[in-house]
């Protein structure tokens, strides 16, 4: 597998790919080159069986301070019409989706800023696990720009409720680890530094289970499974019936011997 991305440091351990975004210095600001490394390295993952866990996590201080607002003035002034900036806003979305069909269970591993874009990545992860050093924001309207970053607002929706998603983006407020769990932002919270040995075995766990299961299971709780959920991949469901049925007569086999 590449690992040779300008803006990540790539790890393989097992089954488990842990993926950190690499620009301390920057707060792991989400630029331009971020999202092509992180597409680049998630569509490879698309035809990587082995992987079956991603770890998302920040190099630094902080998972990820938002989108690199620094480059926006470059990108206008590169084509004022605003068709670099809308390429990029592009680029973002396809991300997102990317993160949340992939097969493999994703797992984003917090710490410190989880702000704006940072945000929108980690809430696109199956998993999300932080300590209590974590602060959330989502300062898009203070910004006087709409929530639009990675097609997040819908996803949110969905974690958090719209109520809850409501009040954090007309507030801007920042909040915790604690309250980030109370609105499901977080699965789970944990000490400063019990975090890697946390997520370590969470990812292992998860590593353990049938990947055949895993994606239904993943398609099952996809926001349009109310629709899609009678429309399952039929062979896969069959095909993990039949193992089951095969390891039962098995074990009866060895049994009656």
């Known amino acids: 597998m590449r690992t040779d991305f300008k803006t990540l440091r790539v790890t393989l351990n097992g089954p ?6 690499n620009r301390p210095d920057h707060g ?3 630029d331009g080159q971020v999202l092509i490394d992180l597409l680049d390295l998630l569509r490879a993952l698309e035809e990587d069986t082995a992987v079956r866990v991603v770890v998302l996590s920040g190099a630094g201080d902080h998972f990820c301070q938002g989108g690199d607002r620094s480059e926006f ?6 084509e004022p019409g605003g068709q670099a900036l809308r390429a990029l806003a592009a680029r973002a979305h396809r991300v997102c989706a990317a993160l949340a069909e992939l097969g493999a269970v994703t797992i984003a591993r ?3 800023d989880v702000i704006g874009a940072g945000l929108g990545l980690a809430v696109f992860c199956d998993l999300r696990i932080g300590d209590e050093s974590c602060r959330f924001r989502m300062p898009e309207v203070g910004l006087r720009v709409p929530p639009a970053w990675g097609g997040v607002l819908p996803r949110l929706v969905e974690e958090a409720g719209r109520a809850t998603v409501r009040k954090l983006l007309l507030t801007s407020e920042e909040f915790d680890a604690e309250k980030a769990e109370k609105f499901s932002i977080l699965h789970e919270v944990v000490p400063v530094g019990h975090l890697n040995a946390r997520v ?11 990947p055949a299961t895993v994606q239904i299971t993943k398609r099952m709780l996809s926001a349009d499974a109310h629709r899609t959920a009678g429309l399952l991949d039929e062979e896969l469901l069959t095909a993990a019936i039949s193992r089951q049925s095969s390891g039962s007569r098995g074990r009866a086999v060895r049994a009656g011997q």
């Open 16 to 21: 488990v790919l842990t993926v950190e975004l």
């Open 28 to 30: 792991n600001a989400v």
């Open 73 to 78: 003035p470059a990108l206008l002034a590169q």
């Open 200 to 210: 370590d075995q969470v990812a292992r766990l998860v590593a353990r289970r049938d």
């Open 110 to 112: 917090l710490h410190g």
